[in-house]
């Protein structure tokens, strides 16, 4: 079992940067990859960045260039950095770690509005 919970979220200008973090108990040693997912008013949960044991990142179209995926050493925190913030990512976002089951945590509101 892994517990999963997110904090960092806010309300930002369009341009802004914030950074959200996720903090990971349980069985974190048998996570193999961890990632930040958002869900948009009325729209499906989308994948933003993904992260592997071996340290790969894997982000989307969208988030290239702007946001960086990371994980600290002891493998219990897993962060996103967010820059040039648009208000097309305000969105809930969610940390999901994988075992042999997928787990997430409750969300943290991200709002982007001038």
């Known amino acids: 079992q892994v517990q999963l919970a997110e904090s960092g979220g806010g309300s930002v200008q369009p341009g802004g940067s914030l950074r959200l973090s996720c903090a990971a108990s349980?069985?974190?040693?048998?996570?193999?990859?961890m990632g930040w997912y958002r869900q948009a008013p009325g729209k499906r949960r989308e994948a933003v960045a993904t992260i592997f044991r071996s340290g790969f990142t894997n982000y989307a179209d969208s988030a290239k260039g702007r946001f960086t995926i990371s994980r600290d050493n002891a493998g219990n925190r897993l962060y996103l950095q967010m820059n040039s913030l648009k208000p097309e990512d305000t969105a809930v976002y969610y940390c999901n770690a994988f075992t042999t089951s997928a787990y997430w945590g409750q969300g943290t509101q991200v709002t982007v509005s001038s």
């Open positions: 349980g069985t974190i040693d048998s996570i193999s990859v």
